[in-house]
């Protein structure tokens, strides 16, 4: 008996070997994450960082906006603010949530925004981080991640994937021994695509912990719903709604106080009709051409009404 011979490899047999080698110089290559931390895209790092430096450095009269509205200077909405703010800071009791409000940082400083007069009328219950900076997102998430482990979820992402639970029926699953703690919304405000892309990056930040993204959705009750802002501005669909509408809806179907919410609506309705009269905004009362037999973009009453009068 000969020595054995050692049996010719194929081409496909190399084929495999350099996929097994490749994966284990993946393997070991791979840098150890950082606490976790996953970082953005160049790009995102740069136009972050610029807007906040034009934000924090430039005055208000450099900007031409007023810092806490929002709208240019001499549109300043901000009396009209304080007013409603002294309102809920005598609302007895408080209401029981927090709103994160996770902005794109093209939104900062946007006249349009809706999310962030929510900020200067009930502050208490408002905090916000905005795309990009990645100390406070790592934070984020390190309080998710402590949730999930500790068995206490108390945070939840709002957005409306197919992985999502009702808000509801996430607040109805949550142990007995912390269902009476305030939940935390975490709201995306930024365009549909903006707000895709910061989903995205909290569900993989969520992934590389191991951990499941906490997703919720509104329940949109049907068509029920419809967008505050129809006839002042563009939605890109017919679910779609204003980061302020959304959270105001979001504390209804949390059972948050239905006064409080329904004060804040008011106050949704209170600003539309103000950039309308002082045309921030002008309307947009007719559909794309894209939107044509999909959208419904007829303006409430209200709007209609306020489109047609002119305070100045
Ligand atoms: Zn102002």
């Given amino acids: 008996m000969g020595i054995p011979r050692l049996p010719l490899l194929h081409q496909s047999d190399f084929i495999i070997l350099f996929t097994v080698k490749c994966f284990f110089i993946n393997m070991t290559a791979k840098p150890r994450l950082d606490n976790f931390k996953v970082d953005h895209h160049e790009t995102l790092h740069t136009s972050y960082k610029a807007k906040m430096e034009w934000w924090?450095?430039?005055?208000?009269?450099?900007?031409?906006?007023?810092?806490?509205?929002?709208?240019?200077?001499?549109?300043?909405y901000c009396d009209v603010l304080q007013q409603k703010r002294s309102k809920y800071e005598a609302w007895d009791p408080r209401p029981n949530i927090n709103v994160c409000i996770y902005y794109n940082p093209i939104?900062?400083?946007?006249?349009a925004n809706t999310a962030h007069s929510l900020e200067a009328t009930c502050p208490w219950i408002c905090s916000n981080i905005v795309y990009g900076d990645l100390a406070n997102e790592t934070a984020l998430l390190d309080d998710?991640?402590?949730?999930?482990?500790?068995n206490r979820p108390q945070t939840c992402i709002m957005f409306p994937s197919k992985d999502a639970k009702l808000l509801s029926e996430w607040m109805g699953a949550r142990p007995a021994a912390h269902s009476d703690k305030p939940i935390r919304l975490v709201m995306l405000d930024g365009t549909f695509p903006g707000a895709s892309r910061q989903a995205k990056y909290l569900m993989n930040c969520c992934a590389v912990r191991g951990i499941p993204a906490p997703l919720v959705k509104l329940d949109l009750e049907?068509?029920?719903?419809?967008?505050a802002v129809a006839g002042v501005m563009y939605q890109p669909g017919?679910?779609?709604?204003?980061?302020?509408?959304?959270?105001?809806?979001?504390?209804?179907?949390?059972?948050?106080?239905p006064l409080f919410?329904?004060?804040l609506h008011q106050d949704l309705e209170d600003w539309i009709g103000y950039i309308l009269r002082t045309k921030v905004k002008l309307g947009k009362s007719k559909p794309r051409n894209s939107m044509k037999n999909e959208m419904?973009?007829?303006?409430?009453?209200?709007?209609?009404?306020?489109?047609?009068?002119s305070v100045n």
């Fill in 56 to 76: 924090k450095n430039e005055t208000d009269v450099e900007k031409r906006r007023c810092k806490v509205c929002w709208l240019r200077s001499h549109q300043c």
């Fill in 296 to 309: 419904d973009v007829t303006p409430t009453a209200f709007i209609a009404e306020a489109l047609s009068v």
């Fill in 222 to 227: 049907g068509d029920a719903c419809k967008s």
């Fill in 144 to 150: 998710i991640e402590a949730e999930y482990r500790e």
């Fill in 261 to 263: 919410c329904r004060s």
């Fill in 107 to 111: 939104e900062i400083a946007r006249t």
């Fill in 238 to 257: 017919k679910d779609k709604i204003c980061t302020y509408q959304a959270i105001v809806m979001a504390m209804e179907q949390a059972k948050i106080d």
